[in-house]
T-cell receptor
Framework: DGGITQSPKYLFRKEGQNVTLSCEQNLNHDAMYWYRQDPGQGLRLIYYSQIVNDFQKGDIAEGYSVSREKKESFPLTVTSAQKNPTAFYLC????????????FGSGTRLTVV | SQQGEEDPQALSIQEGENATMNCSYKTSINNLQWYRQNSGRGLVHLILIRSNEREKHSGRLRVTLDTSKKSSSLLITASRAADTASYFCATDGAGANSKLTFGKGITLSVRP
């Protein structure tokens, strides 16, 4: 079955540590997105990529980095520069063309310990 | 910045009743979408309505869009306990690239 897979489901980060969240899709979608969800704040866009080897900052990119070396994969690194990383992270994908819904992964819950 | 604003923030109804949720937005859009999220899970796409459409149906869902008022509503008819979830509206801007902006969501509770 086609879908989008995020791993791990739960992740714990120590202060000053970089961690990488994985997102893989087998839907042949061109565009991929990372969102952060905090209680009561809805979803906020971190980074997005419309094609391989290209990506753009979203509304809250500071302290995060991404890469898009393959169409199927869009990993997100939460760096030590992100001062408040505890949140639920959601990856999504869609065909590049306008007018299609997004397919979301099941999320990664990151906690700073 | 958050484009969509949902109303109400929380809604509690009895099974079998209809649930109406509203969304307002601020700038021009290409389309507006509604999503459902069960607790601790990813979002599931429910329905998309384009800026040149006024109403759309999908099963028990009915969505309306009024671009002059920059507002949309989602109606769930004959609600079930399984409809209990958070519902988000999301707007896709008028630019060439698809980039959804989400509201804060509505928490719907359907009592058996």
């Amino acid at each position: 079955d086609g879908g989008i897979t995020q791993s791990p489901k739960y992740l714990f980060r120590k202060e000053g540590q970089n961690v990488t969240l994985s997102c893989e899709q087998n839907l042949n979608h061109d565009a991929m997105y990372w969102y952060r969800q905090d209680p009561g704040q809805g979803l906020r866009l971190i980074y997005y990529s419309q094609i391989v080897n290209d990506f753009q900052k979203g509304d809250i990119a500071e302290g995060y980095s991404v890469s898009r070396e393959k169409k199927e994969s869009f990993p997100l690194t939460v760096t030590s520069a992100q001062k408040n990383p505890t949140a639920f992270y959601l990856c999504a994908s869609t065909p590049y063309r306008q007018g299609y819904g997004y397919t979301f992964g099941s999320g990664t819950r990151l906690t700073v310990v | 910045s958050q484009q969509g604003e949902e109303d109400p923030q929380a809604l509690s109804i009895q099974e079998g009743e209809n649930a109406t949720m509203n969304c307002s937005y601020k700038t021009s859009i290409n389309n507006l979408q509604w999503y459902r999220q069960n607790s601790g899970r990813g979002l599931v796409h429910l329905i998309l309505i384009r800026s040149n459409e006024r109403e759309k149906h999908s099963g028990r869902l009915r969505v309306t869009l009024d671009t002059s008022k920059k507002s949309s509503s989602l109606l769930i008819t004959a609600s079930r306990a399984a409809d209990t979830a958070s519902y988000f509206c999301a707007t896709d801007g008028a630019g060439a690239n698809s980039k959804l902006t989400f509201g804060k969501g509505i928490t719907l509770s359907v009592r058996p």
